[in-house]
């Protein structure tokens, strides 16, 4: 079998096809660190924004919760392993005063889209938050809660999905495919897309869009080990850099917009939000 791409999806495809028994070669123009995954947000998150709630079929429902429950208890088997594939940080919610939070970030693209949202689904299975009294923070914000929260090192994660594949005897060529004809001469006769974002392009997928936006990256911190979200804006702390992402008030916010070119200014306005739950510090 072939799997196209050799991002997260494409390395955790391959490998759970090889351990059921096929030969498998992964085709790919990048790998880690330099596929888009390498850059995500690196937190379990499986609803953020997958999907149109008008464009998915009356079944993806139930198959979303098979396959998140099942990717919950896979990772767990990356808890506690050298260099931290997976881990639980305490995330906390900040609001700066009851009742809304003042959003920084970005404008929304015009429109709306109502996405699918199942996280009620796995209810029975995630760490739920709770509220904080004043005296359990050193936040100066009106309202606070946390929850632990599962965490990806994409980098060592990333290695060691690559690690097992490698070990396991499957393959790994590089190769950039620039039209769906190209992938009919390839000898495998069983062919995975796992091009991510990557589809829209090469097989012509308008329906794969954009929603994410910018993120912002700071040197890495070992000492930070908690996140935060304060006004619409994320900080995840990672072993490869600490994740800045300004999220904005709507989830339209960065839907459709495939523009790449770094925005300082953005970065610079939610680093300054972030700045004043630590100006007493």
């Not at 429902?61 to 429950?69: H, I, K, L, S």
């Amino acid at each position: 079998m072939a799997v196209i791409g050799c991002g997260a999806l494409g390395l955790t495809a391959a490998l759970q096809i090889l351990r059921a028994g096929a030969r498998v070669t992964i085709f790919a123009a990048e790998r880690t660190p330099y596929t888009r995954s390498a850059r995500a947000t690196g937190v379990w998150s499986p609803d953020s924004r997958i999907a149109a709630e008008s464009a998915v079929s009356p079944d993806f429902p139930a198959r979303w919760e098979a396959m998140a429950r099942r990717s919950w208890v896979d990772h767990h088997a990356f808890v506690g392993l050298d260099g931290d594939p997976v881990r639980f940080i305490d995330q906390y919610n900040l609001s700066a005063k009851r009742g809304g939070n003042g959003a920084v970030g970005p404008a929304p693209s015009p429109g709306r889209v109502g996405f699918a949202r199942y996280a009620d689904r796995l209810a029975d299975l995630v760490p739920h938050s709770r509220e904080l009294g004043l005296d359990e923070h050193p936040f100066p914000v009106a309202s606070a809660r946390v929850v632990p929260q599962m965490t990806f090192n994409v980098a060592e994660y990333a290695r060691q999905l690559t690690e097992a594949f490698l070990m396991e005897g499957g393959r790994i060529v590089q190769r950039t495919f620039h039209h769906p004809s190209e992938l009919a001469v390839l000898a495998e006769p069983v062919v995975v897309n796992c091009t991510g974002y990557g589809a829209r392009a090469l097989f012509g997928d308008e329906s794969v869009v954009p929603v994410r936006g910018q993120i912002a990256w700071l040197t890495p911190q070992p000492e930070l080990t908690y996140a935060l979200n304060f006004r619409a804006i994320s900080m995840v702390p990672r072993h490869d850099g600490i994740v800045i992402q300004a999220n904005g008030a709507s989830q339209m916010v960065g839907y459709g917009i495939d523009d790449e070119t770094p925005d300082r200014a953005e970065a610079e306005q939610a680093l300054a939000a972030l700045a004043t739950l630590f100006g007493a510090a």
